[in-house]
């Protein structure tokens, strides 16, 4: 039989089989593969990492404490739902939250221009706001909006492929990256349920074994993107070029999150690594990979799929990843008819946020991560996110909550508003952080049982450590205010 029927035959019954795997999958539902399982994950929430200059901050370097549960931190969604306690305080009226966040709001070490808006998610109700319309510079906050935009665009449980397949020349293999961010060369993959090359070369190995074939040479193909590579602030540790086919996120360490140095050219790393795990499953690859395309209308050899769309909203937001973050802008514009670019993901982002009804005016997103300063938001277009994403009707928007780093338990909020501070456990929160760039944005339950959703926007800081004390206060404040 020639070999790329053989091929066909064999990548059929994959295919089928693959079908029954993803049914089951979406059966169980993603979330054994987010916050849940990240929280237990030392990759996925031990490390202070993220955007740019999120450095070690104090008490870094201690222990972690198990996180808490998810009912003590959501216990707020939904009607009647209260804070487990004895005698549930009576709610914060709006005058009486202005009266503890105003002075708050004053400090200095917030900057020349600071921003404000809290919302209760279940009735709507503005508690309380300042300039909470004006658009300024987000930093990692503007994630709380990739995630909405591409939770709406394809829903919780998708998953991106990386796929083999047979190359346009005899003999030929291609490696065709479809944009997982966590596709990781390792053999136990740091994300959890992910993609996995290892797992990808076995079945590539198993097939061309079946078809006779020991020999091959080896393309790649990450041209689904379109744009620019490289993020507009240049070389930087906080982020890879943005790829359609990378491997670890292009680090060329053990590490799993944080800043690092990294590959400049991701494509071609994954593709020899994944050329190197097929030598060790018997399979020979002569010469170098290089960029090629698929044959047309041929079936994939074999597939791998990542972390569903809700896993890796959570790791973005825990870890405040910028490079899942801009893998996810992307997949919002592919998913809207955009071009997988910078800009086509801005416009589609736009889209789909306006789609679910926040007022957009003003705001750019310039990219996913934030950690373009050209990117604008407001703290009234954050909280408005919040509730969305606690609505009953909005399931599919709920990983944007579940994704919150939890204060004083998990990533990019371990270590703030812990130990004894009355907000540890009970509020989630986004943290945005750039040179002169501060803000904080997430929910907590009020000791009235609300869930509120919260956000702080400053500008202008003399430094990022007092500031980050002085939203840590405003969100306590939030979080005791009875």
């Not at 089951?24 to 539902?29: F, K």
């Not at 222990?63 to 009647?80: C, E, M, R, T, Y």
């Not at 070490?109 to 658009?135: C, I, K, P």
């Not at 579940?402 to 501070?421: C, I, M, Q």
């Amino acid at each position: 039989m020639p070999l790329d029927k053989t091929w066909q035959l064999i990548a059929g019954s994959a295919v089928a089989g693959l079908a029954l795997s993803v049914a089951a999958v979406a059966a169980a539902g993603p979330w054994d593969s987010g916050q849940r399982k990240a929280e237990r994950d030392s990759a996925a929430s031990w490390g202070l990492t993220g955007g740019a200059d999120h450095g070690d901050g104090p008490g870094s370097g201690d222990l972690p404490q198990a996180a808490p549960s998810a009912p003590g931190v959501l216990g707020g969604i939904g009607p009647g739902a209260a804070r487990a306690q004895s005698a549930p305080a009576a709610p914060a009226s709006a005058g009486g939250l202005a009266a503890v966040l105003k002075p708050l709001l004053a400090d200095p070490a917030l900057g020349t221009a600071r921003t404000a808006s809290v919302v209760d998610t279940a009735t709507g109700q503005v508690l309380y706001e300042s300039g909470a319309r004006d658009a300024m510079t987000p930093a990692s906050t503007v994630k709380i909006a990739t995630a909405a935009a591409v939770l709406a665009a394809l829903g919780p449980e998708h998953r991106i492929r990386t796929t083999v397949a047979p190359g346009a020349s005899p003999g030929q293999i291609v490696l065709v990256g479809g944009g997982d961010p966590s596709l990781t060369a390792k053999k136990k993959s740091p994300a959890g349920s992910g993609g996995s090359l290892v797992a990808l070369a076995a079945d590539t190995a198993q097939a061309l074994k079946a078809a006779g074939t020991a020999t091959v040479t080896l393309g790649y193909d990450d041209s689904l993107y379109a744009g620019p590579a490289r993020h507009p602030i240049g070389v930087n540790p906080n982020i890879a070029p943005v790829t359609a086919l990378a491997a670890d996120e292009g680090r060329p360490d053990e590490s799993t999150s944080g800043p690092v140095d990294r590959a400049e050219d991701p494509s071609r790393d994954a593709a020899r690594a994944f050329r190197t795990l097929l030598a060790e499953r018997g399979i020979e690859v002569t010469g170098e990979p290089a960029r090629a395309k698929a044959a047309a209308g041929v079936q994939p050899l074999a597939v791998t799929l990542s972390t569903p769309i809700a896993g890796l909203v959570e790791r973005m937001l825990t870890n405040s990843d910028n490079d899942i973050a801009e893998a996810l802008a992307r997949q919002t514009a592919l998913a809207s008819g955009r071009p997988a670019s910078f800009e086509g993901a801005e416009k589609a982002v736009t889209e789909r946020l306006t789609a679910l009804g926040v007022d957009t005016a003003g705001s750019r997103f310039a990219d996913g991560s934030g950690l373009n300063r050209a990117d604008r938001i407001s703290a009234g277009l954050l909280t408005g996110l919040l509730v969305k994403a606690a609505d009953p009707q909005r399931p599919e928007l709920r990983p944007v909550l579940t994704g919150l780093p939890v204060a004083g338990f998990t990533g990019t909020l371990k270590a703030r508003n812990a130990g004894s501070s009355p907000a540890a456990g009970l509020l989630r929160a986004k943290t945005g952080t750039l040179t002169g760039v501060n803000s904080l944005s997430g929910t907590v339950v009020d000791p009235s049982g609300r869930l509120l959703a919260f956000a702080f926007l400053t500008a202008n800081s003399p430094g990022p450590e007092g500031a980050e004390k002085a939203l840590d206060k405003l969100a306590a404040a939030v979080a005791t205010a009875s």
